[in-house]
């Protein structure tokens, strides 16, 4: 037994190593809590442990990394400019500058990036230092690397950079490898897609040659003047189940300008915000509802009104919120939506959309399915299902402005006989998208109406 206490400690670490790490992160800001150093990108100081008892209640510092995240960075001048006046090491500013044989800068790959996955900033992990005890820990690098990208520092963002010139440790051609990293132009600056594998293959991100593939069989459409449009002319009237009129002088005492009714369905809560206040209901639905903050202060008929909307929602909301998605489905599967025979029948009114639907020029049916979380814009994977095929086929961006994008990936069937029709299907799906996205927004907002106030024509 040694009687060095820090190679004991160092000799814990590496018996107890099995890739396992800890990180510590100190974010530095100004005094004022902005980010630091007043650009929009974010200085990380990172501890690097390695836990070496079974309950992880001692870890030991193996290393220290400082990284830097840049914020949704809007041009290439604002990227460059924050690595500029930041403490970076890396040769990052020069980097993301630098065209690579194609011609085209880093920034617009980020940008392309930010648009897929929805991920809106650029992780640079700048200095790495390893304490000298624990360099020879297999695949420490690796480890260090990934769990960075993947906590705090990075998982916001859509590609990471290193520079491992300005480390104390080499990076070699394996671990380089085992983060899919490949070098940036001539810069010396290595770069990694912060995705998962699943999405880089379906999306072809990373081609062999570099670059995004976003493929040469592409179009788009504007659809915001559609729906403006739509708008202007008389409205599809819905058959709805509507619940029951409230008394006028109940619904009379609801707040003019109603913002959004916020439901909270694990504890039955609902939250009315107006333009200055939230008014809040508590309790499980069907029980007697309790009113809290400004709601019970507020005078007596708008108290009576905020425990039957409480007692409403919970009773009629669920049902009706199926009935959307209905109406949704059909105008997603036939391209119109059903109008009430009955003008005295319970209705709600939808937008008079326009068709959008197009053939698609082969065998099987294409469906969407969305990638990732709910972000803006919604990326939807192209997937064509005919029989036993489940081939994913292409690629479709929907904007909440009504600017939808899609494409064909260049590996799927470059020989197809007809591209251009096939890249216009995709289109319409997406517009279809689009549009249903506004009549759920639409029937949505006459639900709550209807709810709220119970003054809707169709009773």
């Known amino acids: 037994m040694t009687d060095d206490p820090?190679?004991?400690?160092?000799?814990?670490?590496?018996?107890?190593?099995?890739?396992?790490?800890?990180?510590?992160?100190?974010?530095?800001?100004?005094?004022?809590?902005?980010?630091?150093?007043?650009q929009d990108v974010d200085r990380w100081v990172i501890d690097v442990r390695v836990p070496i008892t079974d309950d992880d209640a001692q870890a030991v510092s193996v290393a220290e990394v400082t990284a830097f995240t840049s914020r949704a960075p809007g041009s290439l001048e604002d990227l460059v400019l924050g690595y500029q006046v930041s403490d970076v090491a890396g040769a990052f500013a020069t980097a993301v500058a630098t065209p690579d044989a194609t011609g085209e800068t880093f920034f617009a790959l980020q940008t392309s990036a930010t648009e897929m996955l929805g991920a809106p900033d650029l992780l640079a992990i700048d200095r790495l230092t390893v304490r000298p005890a624990y360099r020879t820990l297999p695949g420490l690098l690796p480890a260090i690397v990934d769990a960075v990208r993947h906590g705090p520092a990075g998982r916001t963002a859509s590609w990471v950079l290193v520079d491992p010139s300005v480390w104390d440790v080499p990076f070699s051609d394996e671990d380089r490898a085992a983060g899919d990293f490949v070098p940036w132009a001539d810069s010396g600056v290595l770069t990694s897609m912060n995705a998962a594998p699943d999405d880089l293959e379906r999306l072809s991100l990373v081609p062999p040659t570099g670059g995004i593939a976003v493929g040469a069989r592409a179009d788009e459409v504007h659809l915001g003047d559609a729906i403006e449009h739509a708008m202007t002319l008389p409205a599809i009237a819905v058959p709805f189940d509507l619940p029951p009129k409230l008394p006028a002088s109940t619904w009379a005492a609801a707040p003019d300008d109603v913002h959004g009714v916020h439901p909270d369905e694990a504890t039955g809560s609902i939250t009315v915000e107006t333009h200055d206040e939230q008014l809040e209901v508590v309790g499980s639905p069907g029980t007697a509802p309790q009113l809290v903050g400004t709601s019970a202060s507020a005078d007596a008929a708008t108290q009576d009104w905020l425990r039957a909307v409480h007692q409403r929602w919970w009773q009629y909301e669920p049902d009706l919120h199926a009935r959307i998605h209905e109406v949704v489905d059909e105008y997603l599967a036939t391209g119109r939506i059903e109008s009430a025979t009955d003008e005295l029948a319970g209705h709600l009114h939808a937008p008079d959309l326009p068709p959008y639907q197009t053939e698609w020029p082969g065998t099987g049916t294409v469906v969407l399915e969305a990638l990732g979380e709910d972000t803006e814009p919604v990326v939807f994977d192209a997937v064509l299902e005919d029989g036993s095929r489940h081939e994913h086929i292409g690629v479709v961006v929907v904007h909440e402005s009504g600017h939808v994008r899609a494409f064909l990936h260049d590996e799927w069937e470059p020989g197809f006989a007809e591209p251009e029709a096939a890249v216009a299907h995709l289109v319409s799906l997406g517009a279809g998208e689009f549009f249903a996205d506004a009549l759920h927004d639409e029937l949505s907002a006459g639900v709550e109406h209807a709810i709220l106030t119970g003054d809707v024509r169709g009773h």
């Open 6 to 38: 820090d190679a004991a400690i160092a000799q814990h670490v590496h018996d107890a190593w099995d890739g396992s790490l800890r990180l510590v992160h100190i974010t530095i800001t100004d005094e004022d809590g902005d980010a630091w150093p007043g």
